[in-house]
């Protein structure tokens, strides 16, 4: 009985503990869902600045407790992508630099709003964090919007480039067949020009003849009209 008693308690200690594990996955997933998808760091729940190695930590952590094949939540997927992505992002040096960049503008941005300095004590209260990120949000929501904005010019100015060369492809495919189709008429338009050619001197001729024949008709009967002398 006791036997059966101990049992029975590993059993329920076992599923409470498989319920609490579940409830970790599922809180963890929420989280990265609600996280603001711009901020890598939020996302992977870190701090600016931290070393790669806290960031390598973290990923493999977070991504063995939500992974698709290790919790039914039907949102694990969605969750787990933008959790690697989150980590290709600040293992990108640029990316990560970009970031941290902005993140500074964002906290400098907060102070000279507030008229402090780096050194007021403002700034080492859970307050101020807050704020920071509210802050870092504000600013790297306007720079998705002007590098989308870049993007989109971009996009234009190519399509116009791109609408100039295919205009002027199309203007020399239209001469090229100008020039051959010319060039396949040249036999015919020689020909015609030759049959005009012959077709015009018999005419000329007759004419010339004519006059002729008729200057000689008038002086042969100019000499007939003279009489002779004495």
Same mark, same amino acid.
């Given at each position: 009985?006791? /036997?059966?008693?101990?049992?029975?308690?590993?059993?329920?200690?076992?599923?409470?503990?498989?319920?609490?594990?579940?409830?970790?996955?599922?809180?963890?997933?929420?989280?990265?869902?609600?996280?603001?998808?711009? &901020?890598?760091?939020?996302?992977?729940?870190?701090?600016?600045?931290?070393? +790669?190695? !806290?960031?390598?930590?973290?990923?493999?952590?977070?991504?063995?407790?939500?992974?698709?094949?290790?919790?039914?939540?039907?949102?694990?997927?969605?969750?787990?992508?933008?959790?690697?992505?989150?980590?290709?992002?600040?293992?990108?040096?640029?990316?990560?630099?970009?970031?941290?960049? $902005?993140?500074?503008? $964002?906290?400098?941005? =907060?102070?000279?709003?507030?008229?402090?300095?780096?050194?007021?004590?403002?700034?080492?209260? !859970? &307050?101020? $964090?807050?704020?920071?990120?509210?802050?870092? %949000?504000?600013?790297?929501?306007?720079?998705?919007?002007?590098?989308?904005?870049?993007?989109? $010019?971009?996009?234009?100015?190519?399509?116009?480039?791109?609408?100039?060369? +295919?205009?002027?492809?199309? +203007?020399?495919?239209?001469?090229?067949?100008?020039?051959? &189709?010319?060039?396949?008429?040249? !036999?015919?338009?020689?020909?015609?020009?030759?049959?005009?050619?012959?077709?015009?001197?018999?005419?000329? &001729?007759?004419?010339?003849? /004519?006059?002729?024949?008729?200057?000689?008709? %008038?002086?042969?009967?100019?000499?007939?009209? =003279?009489?002779?002398?004495?």
């Amino acid at each position: 009985m006791a /036997s059966d008693s101990a049992k029975e308690d590993k059993e329920a200690l076992n599923a409470l503990d498989l319920e609490a594990k579940e409830f970790e996955k599922d809180a963890e997933i929420d989280r990265i869902l609600r996280a603001f998808r711009l &901020d890598a760091y939020a996302v992977l729940d870190l701090q600016p600045g931290v070393p +790669e190695s !806290d960031i390598k930590v973290t990923y493999r952590k977070k991504s063995l407790l939500i992974h698709p094949d290790k919790t039914k939540n039907p949102q694990a997927p969605d969750a787990f992508d933008r959790l690697k992505k989150a980590q290709t992002e600040l293992m990108d040096e640029k990316h990560r630099a970009r970031l941290d960049e $902005a993140i500074a503008d $964002a906290r400098m941005l =907060l102070i000279r709003e507030n008229k402090w300095t780096v050194d007021s004590p403002e700034l080492k209260t !859970d &307050d101020f $964090a807050k704020r920071w990120r509210e802050k870092s %949000k504000e600013v790297l929501i306007d720079n998705e919007h002007r590098r989308r904005r870049q993007m989109k $010019a971009q996009l234009q100015e190519e399509g116009r480039e791109q609408a100039k060369q +295919e205009a002027e492809l199309e +203007e020399r495919k239209r001469k090229r067949q100008h020039e051959q &189709d010319w060039e396949a008429t040249r !036999d015919e338009r020689i020909s015609s020009w030759r049959t005009f050619q012959k077709g015009a001197r018999p005419s000329g &001729d007759s004419e010339n003849g /004519s006059s002729i024949s008729t200057a000689a008709n %008038k002086k042969k009967k100019k000499k007939q009209k =003279l009489k002779p002398i004495g």
